[in-house]
């Protein structure tokens, strides 16, 4: 079964910046065949796109909110991918969960559980 494990979430203040990860195990077919991304639910809203990475290629695509402040890179020795985060603002407080999906299929079928991040204005 596929597991995705993030971590680095916490408290910051507005400006700071943070690094989450995201652990990649029990693939049942090729890493460079899956589609990493992140998502973030904020109190209230639903759950929103952030960006996302084709292991493969190894560029990424962001949403509009955080494009030019965050960047999705993976790590192929760790099997992990990472969201780095700056200039962070209070609008950016949110669950943010990592999920993947195979690259042929559009829908994003493994979730992590999430970690929270906190940012004080």
């Known amino acids: 079964q596929v597991q995705l494990v993030e971590s680095g979430g916490g408290l910051v203040q507005a400006g700071d910046s943070l690094k989450l990860s995201c652990a990649v195990s029990?693939?049942?077919?090729?890493?460079?065949?899956?589609?990493l991304a992140w998502f973030r639910q904020a109190p209230g809203k639903e759950r929103e796109f952030v960006a996302h990475?084709?292991?493969?290629?190894?560029?990424?695509s962001y949403a509009d909110s955080v494009k030019d402040r965050f960047t999705i890179s993976r790590d192929n020795t760790k099997s992990t991918v990472y969201l780095e985060m700056n200039s962070l603002k209070a609008e950016d407080t949110a669950v943010y969960y990592c999920?993947?999906?195979?690259?042929?299929?559009?829908?994003?079928?493994?979730w992590g559980q999430g970690t929270q991040v906190t940012v004080s204005s």
């Open positions: 999920a993947a999906r195979n690259y042929y299929v559009s829908l994003y079928k493994y």
């Open positions: 990475i084709s292991w493969s290629v190894g560029s990424g």
């Open positions: 029990g693939l049942t077919f090729s890493i460079n065949d899956m589609v």
